[in-house]
């Protein structure tokens, strides 16, 4: 029942009619189809009340033109602590609302209010419009608050999923690649039982890598980075025990490299030969089959400089930009002269995110004359975090 005390502004209209538009908003709600998992009287109404109230008190604050403007552009100031509007999409995702359920009930109170407000209010009044634009301005940023607080949820449940899955897949991959080992060491066995074994412990391997990569993405998506465990090594040695094996497995390609004597910098060497593989490889995968791949360690005062060049297709202009993404290359076609790529197309992604926690650089260059050329640039003097990394 409406309280016909003619208030005097939306504000007002909304704090003493709360009960009545909370109804009207559940019976609402109750509409939505499909029906949540969950949803009783105390969770339709948990934070919605929270939410008209911090509305109806922003109706009472005065906006300039320039908060105004920045409001409808979606730059209002942040909250120090969680809204109410993010703690409902919080509640509403775990009780298994849809984003299309979290939306539909801010239209239900839009229109709840809106609806009570236009039959009760007196027409002529100076404030209307001005109210309602403000309530539309608390309401479109409510909304926008609960489905950001909602996507961020989802994407961090399910990189969780993904760091779950890729570590409780490293103990049946292991059980496998062992018993491969074993056979293929066996000498009571048919050499085509051997080479099956060999193949099965091949493709551990390569599965192997690719948790490995599944793993560092959803480390650097959960927020804890690439853990690096950074001490002096020797740079240039590195490089030629990368390359070394990438000519073993690429025995009819030419990699050229001339190693420097010595190049020593603070870092992690295992984690640098991960990104220094994954140059070489990508190089090797997309460069031109005739033409060498071209590795180069250039030595300055402050820095050192590694390059991995190949001849092959120019990037786009328009793409070059996106190389480090990840998943780029899952949209991308396969070459028609070389084997089909079986990457999550990561590898470049991880391997940049590896050189920022050595607080080093990655850059790509792509043309005509030169072809493409990856490049990092490692200091030779480690910032305060990495010394104080190594001394734990």
Known sequence: MLHHTAPVGLSDFILVNMEPIMQAWEDFARTIEPPALTMDDTELRDHAKLMLRAIALDLTTPQTGFERQ??????APSAKEDTAAETHAEARLLSGYSIEQLV????????????????EAKPGLASDMDDVMRFNEGIDQALAESVARYAQMVKQSENMFLAILGHDLRNPLGTVTTGATYMMRATDLPGKYVLAATRIFNSGQRMGKLIADLIDFTRTHLGAGIPIRPKRMNLAEVCLNVIDELRTSHPERIIDFDPAMREDIHGDDSRLAQVLSNMIGNA?????????????????????????????????????GSVF??????????????????????????????????????????????????????????????????AQ
């Open 104 to 119: 539909s009930e801010y239209r239900a109170l839009r229109a709840s209010v809106l609806s009570m407000w236009t039959a």
């Open 70 to 75: 920045e409001k409808a552009q979606g730059r």
């Open 325 to 390: 993404d990840p998943l780029v290359r899952l949209a991308m076609p396969d070459r028609q002269d070389g084997p089909a790529d079986t990457s999550l197309g990561i590898g470049m992604f991880i391997a940049r995110q590896i050189v920022i926690a050595h607080a080093g650089t990655m850059h790509v260059e792509s043309n005509d004359t030169d072809g493409t050329t990856f490049s990092i640039r490692l200091p030779r003097k480690p910032p305060q975090r990495l010394r104080r990394e190594d």
């Open 284 to 320: 090797l995968q997309y460069g031109t089959r005739d033409q060498p791949i071209r590795v180069r360690l250039s030595p300055k005062p402050d820095d050192v400089c590694i390059s991995v060049n190949n001849m092959g297709p120019v990037i786009p202009a328009k793409t070059i």
